[in-house]
């Protein structure tokens, strides 16, 4: 990395010449092509050495042929638009290029950059609108970068063939926000196995929840690792939220000798509580510290004396004791196999655990850990989380029968909504953005979800079934609430099936509406902002009396 950073500094503005299109015959917001006038320009500046600048105004292009030490600077307000069938920029055994500033479009090409062969090619600081593929990859490249930029990715690859470097980028995808684009898609019976055979009995039922558990591990989440011995450690406790409350914090080992991951767990208990009581179990993003005292910045996300005043104790570890959780693209393959991945050694390869996966299987060694504490009744766990969270909850509860209830809160793509309807969040998004979450496998489907996808997140909630189970989403359509209430519907008649009363039959519905929250499956939506809000912890409440 710092051999490309010096190339480009050496070669950058070599003697100060600079070469721009309009000199050698561009026409600026023409709708001609302007190719020929910015590949002269090319060529000139690689003769005499110097940058090409690309000045403020629209220019249209066909594929342009870099050389060996090309430096192309788009000023501000400089838009470049590749049209035609093959790449914009045409890279061909070269070492040492750089594209820099203004807008990259790609109005028709197959791809933004053609690079076979090459090295040291730097793409920084542009506003990048890519409708196809922005990166193509082939032969022999290295230290390919893209940096500082703002990339708005369409129907096509990020990069494919070869590995890029993504530092700092910003990166958004276009979705479908619009109910009247989404196209056929067909779901498949939760009541039925692979083969066609139906499920007749509750036996069979259980060889079909695991048929599906399997097609999850296998296509979407990574592998769920086995149970582990847990060993926990009192770190401290006392009373809390003036005396209403009392703390205990624990810290829980995977190994007896106290060494490699640990993860620290918070429980505050009703101070008047008369025997064991229930639990609502979830991880935090910014650590028990945020929520210990009672202050600092979770106390708006955590309502812990109204949980406490419920006769609920509270308990909650941070996802990051769990596992690192890298947000920048270039660190998730590298940095994301930290913490519990340590345990097992197939961690970090393709069929191995994932994130959504190892935080899923924490809350589980936290059910085990409670199942050892006199002061919790284990068999009255709500399991819960918001957003990514929310992910692991929902897969906490599918695979782990003994939480007694799931509570999953605007869990987003990958989570609730389904993948067939190609609304809001989608799969390339998630498998791009995200790639440490799921696995490598689930990207295959990325763009051909309702044609290619065997699964959707029906069979994964009805997992859950006969168990209580409530989705809470909120109205932003990257979220596709509606898609979660669909969902639940394809889900329930495997609640029907079990005994349980499945989802009311109601439509989609508004703002606040409670009527299709169930006695078993249930379904409540709001507005405004994402994450936990109060109305969100009063459903929850309110929903989870029946394990009391």
């Known amino acids: 990395m710092l051999h490309a950073i010096l190339i480009m500094c050496l070669l950058a503005f070599p003697d100060g010449k600079t070469f721009s299109i309009m000199d050698y015959g561009a026409v600026r917001d023409s709708t001609v092509l302007q190719t020929k006038a910015i590949q002269r320009t090319i060529n000139a500046a690689a003769r005499k050495g110097g940058t090409v600048v690309i000045p403020k105004g629209k220019f249209r292009s066909g594929t342009l042929s870099f050389k060996s030490g090309t430096q192309v600077q788009l000023e ?36 933004l950059f053609s690079i076979r062969d090459s090295r040291h090619v730097t793409i920084s600081g542009c506003r990048i609108r890519s409708g196809r593929d922005l990166i193509s990859l082939s032969g022999s490249c290295s230290d390919i970068v893209v940096q ?24 958004r995808f276009t979705y479908n926000a619009d109910e009247g684009k989404v196209g056929p898609y067909t779901l498949e019976d939760p009541l039925c196995f692979v083969d066609g055979r139906p499920v007749r009995t509750g036996a069979e039922w259980r060889e079909r929840r695991s048929e599906i558990l399997s097609l999850f591990q296998r296509e979407m989440y990574g592998r769920m690792p086995e149970p582990s011995p847990v060993y926990l450690d009192s770190l401290d406790g006392g009373p809390t939220l003036a005396d209403f409350g009392v703390r205990k914090q624990v810290r829980m080992w995977f190994r007896e000798d106290r060494t490699g991951p640990k993860i620290d767990w918070l429980i505050l208990y009703p101070a ?25 910045d979770l106390m708006s996300d955590w309502p812990l004396d109204v949980i406490l005043a419920r006769g609920f104790a509270f308990v909650t570890a ?37 994130a959504i996966g190892a935080w899923a299987w924490a809350l589980m060694r936290g059910l085990d850990m409670l199942s050892a ?14 957003s990514r969270l929310g992910k692991a909850a929902l897969l906490a509860g599918a695979f ?6 799931v509570v999953a809160n605007q869990t987003g793509g990958g989570g609730v909504p ?22 490598p496998a689930y990207a295959k489907y990325a763009g051909c979800e309702a044609a290619t996808m065997p699964f959707d997140q029906h069979l994964l909630v009805a997992c859950i079934a006969p168990r209580p189970l409530l989705v809470e989403g ?75």
């Open 76 to 111: 501000k307000g400089a838009v470049l638009r590749g049209s035609g069938s093959g790449s914009l920029f045409n890279l061909r055994g070269l070492d040492g290029v750089e594209v820099s500033g203004g807008t990259v479009e790609n109005e028709e090409c197959s791809s």
């Open 148 to 171: 500082d930029c703002d990339i708005k990715e369409g129907n096509g690859e990020l990069a494919s063939g070869g590995d890029v470097s993504w530092l700092r980028n910003k990166i």
């Open 272 to 296: 008047d509580a008369k025997g064991p009581v229930p639990a609502i179990m979830t991880l935090n993003f910014y650590g028990n510290q945020t929520i210990r005292d009672g202050s600092g």
């Open 318 to 354: 941070c996802y990051g004791d769990v596992s690192p959780d890298p947000d920048d693209i270039e660190l998730q393959d590298s940095q994301s196999w930290g913490g519990v991945f340590e345990l097992w050694p197939d961690s970090g390869r393709p069929d191995g655990p994932r």
């Open 373 to 386: 504490d006199p002061r919790i009744d284990a068999s009255k766990v709500v399991v819960t989380g918001s």
């Open 400 to 405: 782990d029968e003994r939480f007694a209830a």
């Open 418 to 439: 389904l993948a067939k309807r190609d609304f809001g969040e989608h799969v390339r998004s998630e498998s791009v953005r995200f790639r440490h979450w799921f696995s």
């Open 474 to 548: 909120f109205d932003n359509p990257w979220f596709d609430t509606r898609g979660e209430f669909l969902c639940l519907q394809a889900a329930s008649p495997v609640w029907e099936f079990l005994g349980a009363p499945g989802l009311p039959a109601v439509n989609w519905p508004d703002d606040y509406d409670t009527s299709a929250i169930g006695e078993r499956l249930g379904y409540v939506r709001r507005p405004r902002g994402h994450g936990f809000a109060a109305i969100d912890w009063l459903w929850l409440l309110d929903f989870a009396r029946i394990i009391k």
